[in-house]
T-cell receptor, first 112, second 114 residues
Framework: DQQVKQNSPSLSVQEGRISILNCDYT??????FLWYKKYPAEGPTFLISISSIKDKNEDGRFTVFLNKSAKHLSLHIVPSQPGDSAVYFC???????????FGQGTRLTINP | ETGVTQSPTHLIKTRGQQVTLRCSSQ?????VSWYQQALGQGPQFIFQYYREEENGRGNFPPRFSGLQFPNYSSELNVNALELDDSALYLCASRPSADARAKLFFGSGTQLSVL
């Protein structure tokens, strides 16, 4: 049962444009959401998070939007830079849980 | 401040063998989690240790076991290896058992089972 889904395995965006990565979840108990970024041969690194009491969180070029009624979150990167090329994972958790539940990942490629 | 380190980086085993993977948590972190990442998939939670006790487990069989030591380093042991155990094994540490505390991942151990 895939509780967190990233339906786009890959995304290609031109440098300077906006990258939008999407994630859907099914478990209504999830109340905390995160995005991680992974380069080859490295572990995932934390990018940005959002609690279910908010619908938007910004950190520099990165903004995460949460639509609780649709059980959908998205990560916006603007402007996109070549160094943003990586695999992006969304993850979810809920109060009292020890684990993060990850999506399958989206490979983002920024073209010069 | 050193980050999360894992050893070895790569490992090849044959079906039926046993393997031990090691992880040193980031300085000041008392909680360690292990995740399995199969090819093309996201990481899947195996278990978590907090102050040397397992305090959370995912949907993995008992042949996956672990330890956490007084210095908060950790081991993942897998017995009776199967071909499907081939994956990247990620260790992550956090400064507390709070699920909201940020996870810091190591670079992983790539295990191949032949």
């Amino acid at each position: 049962d895939q509780q967190v889904k990233q339906n786009s395995p890959s995304l290609s965006v031109q440098e300077g444009r906006i990258s939008i990565l999407n994630c859907d979840y099914t478990n209504s108990m999830f109340d905390y959401f995160l995005w991680y970024k992974k380069y080859p041969a490295e572990g995932p690194t934390f990018l940005i998070s959002i609690s279910s009491i908010k619908d938007k969180n910004e950190d520099g070029r990165f903004t995460v939007f949460l639509n609780k009624s649709a059980k959908h979150l998205s990560l916006h990167i603007v402007p996109s830079q070549p160094g943003d090329s990586a695999v992006y994972f969304c993850a979810a958790s809920h109060q009292g849980a020890q684990k993060l539940v990850f999506g399958q990942g989206t490979r983002l490629t920024i073209n010069p | 401040e050193t980050g999360v380190t894992q050893s070895p980086t790569h490992l090849i085993k044959t079906r039926g063998q046993q393997v031990t993977l090691r992880c040193s948590s980031q300085s000041g972190h008392n909680t360690v989690s292990w995740y399995q990442q199969a090819l093309g998939q996201g990481p899947q939670f195996i278990f978590q240790y907090y102050r040397e006790e397992e305090n959370g487990r995912g949907n993995f069989p008992p042949r996956f076991s672990g330890l956490q030591f007084p210095n908060y380093s950790s081991e993942l042991n897998v017995n009776a290896l199967e071909l499907d155990d081939s994956a990247l094994y990620l260790c992550a540490s956090r400064p507390s058992a709070d699920a909201r505390a940020k996870l810091f991942f190591g670079s992983g151990t790539q295990l191949s089972v032949l």
